[in-house]
């Protein structure tokens, strides 16, 4: 039976308003709603499609985190994945991404996934480091960025979304890992009846002080809002020339 | 779950420790996955078709009920047993709140899972749910209720349609008009209730297939547009006698005890849609400029903010406090037994007066919240360019259907003095301990250094005040009290503004050392200010009702006692109004 795991990140709802915390390296965590990271929602349902394509197939779902990150484990439990780790942490905010990364590798390394699933980035922390991180240090290749995703006997064959929206056709041979976009396919719903089936499988915790991470090498010297500053710019011309301008900047900022 | 089972009713006499209230910080995980799925299906499905159901095209309505189906979310009533999920009551209250989201497509959606569904559950035979039950579940078929009649609304019993039975005894022949019936449009199943041989109010399951029934035109209505609502005629509906649900002659049963859950669930709703329209009514007010500011920097403008946001916050807390109520009690009967669903009534009917207030203080603080909204909006809230308008239409309906509030809160104060009168309430002697205490000054002094001592000083004030008159009307009017009809609607105001600020109270003592010290400020301010327009409601509702019962010495005496018993000291009253409106402008939502 082939192995899938689908790494996930609970991140604050970014409708939140943040305040900077009082070491000034990171947002203060009291009073937010946490919810998956949503590149990870394309990522889980990446995972469980494939899960489903190839019928006999295992998906585990990890996260990392405090224990208020179990819930969003049970969100992917709900989506599909068979069983839950969660990497007990309650410094996980603190880590770089390479020490993010080597948990995860960590834990990868004797159990021979086939797949690995992971989002493009965080929406919090936005490094886009952790999955090629995890390739890396597992030395099996990462496709980054994907759009499109199809599995075929160990060969996947995938778009990745390039700069100024064009597209890269690419394959590789598994083990492998692959970090989703936003729109590579649409995440489902968890249904009720799932949610309630997603209660009873396996959630196992793993506490993280036994693995032995590697120094950090990024420190976060300070964290602030840009600041303010008046971003208007006024289009002047006939309206014809108003238009192709505006049209120009919309291409522009695509 | 709340530990206590508590007898309905008896908020009024006794106290209630905090940590017996479920809130909703008590959600679990499920339940807030639940609450996650119906607002992404709402805003995915729904609010990208809103005009077009407002428009009157059934097929989005119709599509979305199929979607609802597939996500489980119309299968959480039914038994396991039956291919259903059997959730409690916090659940299928979450739901109904964040299906409101929806507008119109949640009367539907409502009127389906409730008093279309419900009876069919807790009646039907099982060759009947094998037959229908999977149908409705699954959203293939949508499910209608039919009980109101052109010349019975409020007094459904005195219902005139009939049922005959054929001469071959193989079927009913229904004949009537049934009035206002949602969902009537497109529903595939309805629960008629019709009097056999004039007499035997019975209930039946009719489909639309059958020969003789007949769907009216869609009515032309202020509000929720893009729900359904006809007449159902029935010339001669031939209706197979195995299709009758539950006992003939027992047709009440079904009707009233599904309107009890009917009503709390109205509260959910009406819950769900005044956050939303709170929410549009703060960002509107942060957008919009005036005299050089946003006129979220107001007073004027805070003030409605704020007393919204406290009373939304009180309609919340009520909700899910009842929702507990009921999940304790039902979870003590034994699922095994035959009698499983009779007790199962029961135990809902315990709480009926709670249910009832659910239902009118919940939509009346929608009603206010939208008013309120579309005051923000000035002009613009008059126009249909933006959705406060709407707001204001659809709020409307909720203070007239599943018992008007009239009804309902007539039903408040009579429902609590016939327990009262067959000994399950011991309001009498309480009532004469609380009219001693009217006569003996109160040297108790406040230990403020508990949290919230005030509020419930004012609280246990206002339940010896309710005693008081209470016990007064039922003094001087015996059994003609039913008569004096403002005096009970009197009655279940103060009742109500009990219920509500209670819950409001002991919520925000459960939960407060949890929070941060922001949040706590705006908690605080929050019970500051419902407290306030709570006591305020509640004597002006005491005096009313001291005018209406008494008259010289012993008015006098009462109205004292009213000064006394509502006496509230909301220091600092302002500076929480500001609290709670620049944090609500800073979330641009609703805040807890
Ligand atoms: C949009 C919509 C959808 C509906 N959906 C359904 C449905 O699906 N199925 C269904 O069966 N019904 C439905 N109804 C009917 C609804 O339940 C009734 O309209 C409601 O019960 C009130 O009845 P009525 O309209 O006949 O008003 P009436 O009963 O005539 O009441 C008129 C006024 O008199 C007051 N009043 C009546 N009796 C008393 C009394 N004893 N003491 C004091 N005051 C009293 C009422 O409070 C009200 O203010 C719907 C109605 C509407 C408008």
């Known amino acids: ?254 | 779950m709340t530990e206590k089972i508590r007898k309905g009713g008896d908020f009024l006499i006794a106290e209630t420790a905090c940590q017996d209230v479920f809130t909703p910080e008590d959600f679990s995980d499920e339940q807030r996955a639940f609450a996650e799925t119906t607002e992404k299906f709402v805003a995915d499905e729904i609010i990208p078709h809103l005009e077009e159901i407002e428009n009157q095209d059934f097929s989005h309505v119709v599509a979305g009920m199929r979607t609802c189906g597939e996500l489980g979310l119309l299968m959480m009533d039914a038994a396991e047993e039956d291919g259903g999920l059997e959730l409690d009551k916090v659940s299928s209250m979450l739901v109904g709140e964040k299906i409101a989201g929806g507008g119109s497509f949640s009367v539907a959606f409502s009127a389906h899972t409730g008093i279309g569904t419900l009876p069919l559950i807790y009646y039907g035979t099982a060759a009947q749910k094998e037959k229908y039950l999977d149908k409705l579940i699954t959203g293939q078929w949508c499910a209608a209720y039919c009980l109101t009649e052109p010349g019975s609304g409020s007094d459904a019993l005195s219902a005139q349609a009939t049922a005959t039975l054929s001469d071959d005894g193989s079927c009913y022949l229904l004949n009537g008009t049934k009035q206002y019936i949602t969902n009537g449009g497109f529903a595939e199943l309805f629960t008629v209730f019709a009097k056999i041989d004039k007499e035997h109010f019975t209930c039946f399951l009719v489909e639309k297939s059958f020969a003789g029934l007949i769907v009216g035109n869609e009515e032309k209505k202020m509000g929720i547009k893009g729900s359904s609502t006809t007449q159902i005629i029935l010339d001669n509906c031939r209706v197979p006698v195995e299709n009758v649900l539950g006992e003939i002659g027992k047709g009440h049963k079904i009707a009233f005890n599904v309107l009890n859950i009917g009503r709390f669930k109205l509260g959910a709703g009406v819950t769900g849609a005044a956050k939303i329209a709170l929410a549009e009514g703060i960002r509107y007010a942060n957008e919009r400029k005036q005299f050089g500011k946003p006129i979220a920097a107001f007073g004027a403008i805070q003030e409605k903010i704020a007393d919204v946001t406290a009373a939304i916050y009180a309609s919340e807390s009520l909700v899910y406090r009842l929702a507990g109520l009921l999940d304790t009690k039902l979870a003590t009967i034994d699922k095994g037994i035959p009698d499983y669903y009779e007790q199962y009534q029961k135990g809902i009917e315990e709480y009926a007066p709670e249910c009832a207030i659910s239902k009118v203080f919940c939509s009346e603080v929608l009603a206010q919240t939208v008013d309120e909204v579309v005051q923000i909006h000035g002009g613009y809230g008059f126009c249909s360019e933006y959705p406060a308008e709407r707001f204001y239409r659809d709020e409307r309906i909720n203070r007239i259907f599943e018992g008007t509030n009239e009804i309902n809160r007539l039903l408040i104060t009579g429902m609590i003095l016939r327990r009262a009168m067959k000994g399950e309430l011991p309001l009498q002697s309480e009532a004469m301990k609380a009219f001693e205490s009217l006569m003996t000054p109160s040297f108790d002094e406040l230990d403020d250094s508990a949290p919230f001592a005030a509020e419930k000083a004012t609280l246990q004030n206002l339940k010896t005040l309710y005693l008081v008159l209470a016990g007064a009307g039922v003094q001087k009017f015996m059994d003609k009290l039913a008569d004096e009809q403002e005096i009970l609607m009197a009655a279940a105001d103060i009742a109500i503004q009990i219920f509500a600020a209670e819950s409001a109270i002991l919520r925000a003592e459960k939960i407060h050392h949890s929070l941060s010290a922001a949040r706590q400020q705006q908690l605080i301010a929050a019970v500051k200010v419902f407290t306030f327009n709570a006591t305020e409601a509640a004597a002006t509702a005491a005096r009313k009702a001291a005018y209406y019962i008494e008259e010289g010495d012993t008015l006098t005496m009462i109205l004292s006692g009213v000064r006394r018993f509502t006496k509230y000291d909301a220091t600092g009253l302002l500076a929480a109004k500001r609290t709670l409106a620049q944090a609500a402008a800073e979330t641009e939502k609703y805040l807890f």
């Open chain 1, 1 to 254: 039976m082939k192995k899938l795991l689908v790494c996930i990140k609970q991140v604050p709802d970014m409708e939140s308003r943040f305040k900077v915390n009082t070491d000034g390296t990171w947002y203060e965590e009291t009073d937010l709603a946490w919810r998956m990271n949503e590149y990870d929602e394309y990522a889980v349902e990446q995972a469980v499609q494939l899960k489903e394509q190839l019928g006999e197939a295992e998906l585990t779902v990890l996260c990392i985190g405090p224990d208020r990150v179990k819930e969003t484990i049970k969100k992917a439990l709900a989506m599909g994945a068979d069983r839950g780790v969660h990497m007990t942490d309650n410094e996980s905010h603190l880590r770089d991404p390479l020490a993010i990364a080597s948990m995860i590798a960590d834990f990868a390394r004797q159990q021979d996934f086939e797949l690995i699933f992971t989002g493009m980035q965080s929406q919090d922390r936005g490094s886009a480091q952790v999955g090629v991180l995890v390739a890396e240090l597992l030395g099996i290749p990462a496709l980054t960025t994907l759009v499109e995703f199809a599995y075929d006997q160990g060969t996947i064959t995938a778009k990745r979304e390039l700069e100024g929206g064009s597209r890269a056709l690419v394959s590789c041979s598994t083990p492998a890992l692959v970090t989703c976009q936003l729109g590579l396919n649409r995440p489902r719903y968890p249904t009720l009846p799932n949610i309630m089936k997603a209660k009873k499988k396996e959630l196992a915790s793993l506490p993280v002080t036994d693995l032995k991470l590697p120094p950090a090498q990024l420190k976060t010297a300070a964290m602030a809002p840009p600041p303010k500053r008046g971003s208007a710019r006024i289009l002047e011309g006939d309206t014809g020339d108003v238009a192709a301008q505006l049209a120009a900047v919309i291409k522009e900022k695509m």
